[in-house]
């Protein structure tokens, strides 16, 4: 049993039953803190520079973000597929913390009819505007365009349902990617999330997302000789060792040039539980390593994988730099170069262990709307 099932063991059976004994959605009361962790999120995130390709090329986690852009692409397009395999058409999303429209070309691809997004970084949201209407330009206008609306809002303090331009809009996907953690800073701001994503919700809609995996983050805590653990792309702190509570247990993420704040611990059979209260269904729990195994089986994921240089080559060709100068970051490519049989022209794709470590500390999840 991992880390934290066994901290929290006793009270996770204590927990259950009351949850188990009661249906009704947690009390709207808000708790007083003293600190307004989302401000700083905003803050934070507002603050981030916009940068060209040709400066993301030179990130040292410059393949680990491909890595994670391929996986969503993976995600966004087997759940559009699957809407259209069951007859519907002009889909509707709503992209719960759409942060400056890194997945507005994948809607595209995805033929979607109409997209709204929401996120608590008004600077951000209006780099998304200006995305969304610079493809809009490239592709000729309304020609094979969705419409889309910009909400800058508090997703787990505000109601997204009473800023709809469209008040009976329902949507068939929900994507919340790397950003349901904030929200378990209590149980009101969860519960007032997830409302948002799965309330308006059609039945037969999917709620996915991206997010850390709290068992990953409380083994490799538990592993620690300090409070925190990492490498020389990210690092996790924590507060104190051997007490994660339910809500509220924070943690500090730092990931090179892009996240720099303070996150929550997502116990996972929790938030299954709060969902179910919207009618919703766990159909799909991965994390990272294992999705990935899954889905690069089939060709046409490996070759978006390809088109989208989510791997770093090893060894490099005509004398690349690579990610990191540490040898032993591509232990594991050059133990494979050298198994196999053409070892002298062997190339293969990788993240570097650093990248791999950061990577593998997030999970997948689908839910669907059963009612």
Same mark, same amino acid.
């Given at each position: ?12 059976? &204590? ?40 400066? $993301? ?7 680990? $973000? ?8 993976? @995600? ?19 992209? @719960? ?6 997945? @507005? ?12 997004? =929401?996120?608590?970084?008004? %600077? ?6 200006? !995305? ?19 909400? &800058? ?7 997204? =349902?009473?800023?709809?331009? !469209? ?20 149980? %009101? ?7 948002? =994503? *799965? ?18 983050? %409380?083994?490799?805590?538990? /592993? ?12 996790? &702190?924590?507060? /104190? ?7 509220? *247990? ?83 490519? $050059?133990?494979?170069?050298?198994? =196999? ?17 950061? /990577? ?12």
């Amino acid at each position: 049993m991992d880390a934290l099932a066994d901290v929290t063991k006793e009270k996770k059976t &204590t927990v259950k039953r009351k949850l188990d004994e009661s249906d009704e959605p947690p009390s709207r009361k808000p708790p007083n803190f003293e600190v307004d962790h989302n401000t700083n999120v905003a803050n934070h995130y507002n603050r981030l520079q916009e940068v060209g390709l040709a400066a $993301r090329s030179q990130s040292r986690i410059f393949f680990m $973000r491909n890595f994670n852009n391929w996986l969503k692409s993976v @995600l966004i397009g087997e759940t559009v597929e699957k809407l259209r395999d069951a007859g519907q058409r002009r889909l509707s999303v709503l992209d @719960l913390g759409c942060g400056k429209g890194g997945d @507005l070309l994948k809607w595209r691809k995805g033929g979607i009819g109409h997209l709204v997004c =929401a996120d608590i970084a008004g %600077v951000s949201v209006e780099q998304c505007r200006t !995305r969304y209407e610079q493809m809009r330009r490239k592709g000729r206008g309304d020609e094979g365009m969705f419409s889309a609306q910009f909400i &800058t809002a508090d997703c787990t303090k505000e109601l997204l =349902a009473d800023k709809l331009d !469209r008040p009976d809009l329902t949507f068939d996907v929900c994507s919340c990617q790397f950003v349901y953690h904030y929200s378990f800073e209590s149980e %009101v701001k969860a519960d007032m999330m997830l409302r948002n =994503a *799965c309330e308006r919700l059609k039945p037969g809609g999917y709620f996915i997302g991206t997010t850390p995996d709290a068992y990953e983050l %409380v083994k490799r805590m538990e /592993a620690s000789d300090s409070l925190s653990f990492g490498n020389d792309v990210f690092r996790v &702190t924590f507060q /104190a060792r051997g007490d994660y509570p339910l809500f509220g *247990c924070q943690y500090h993420f730092n990931l090179e040039q892009v996240v720099d704040v303070p996150e929550f611990l997502v116990y996972f059979p929790l938030f299954e539980h709060m969902a179910s209260r919207y009618g919703m269904r766990l159909v799909t729990k991965q994390r990272f390593p294992e999705f990935y195994n899954e889905k690069i089986k089939l060709s046409h994921h490996r070759n978006l994988m390809m088109k989208m240089a989510s791997l770093e080559e090893f060894p490099g060709e005509h004398g690349e730099r690579p990610a990191s100068e540490v040898e032993d970051e591509y232990r594991p490519a $050059r133990q494979h170069c050298d198994r =196999a049989d053409n070892a002298g022209t062997c190339v293969v794709g990788t993240l570097s262990r650093s990248e791999w470590e950061a /990577a593998s500390i997030y999970l997948v999840f689908v839910f669907q709307k059963m009612s």
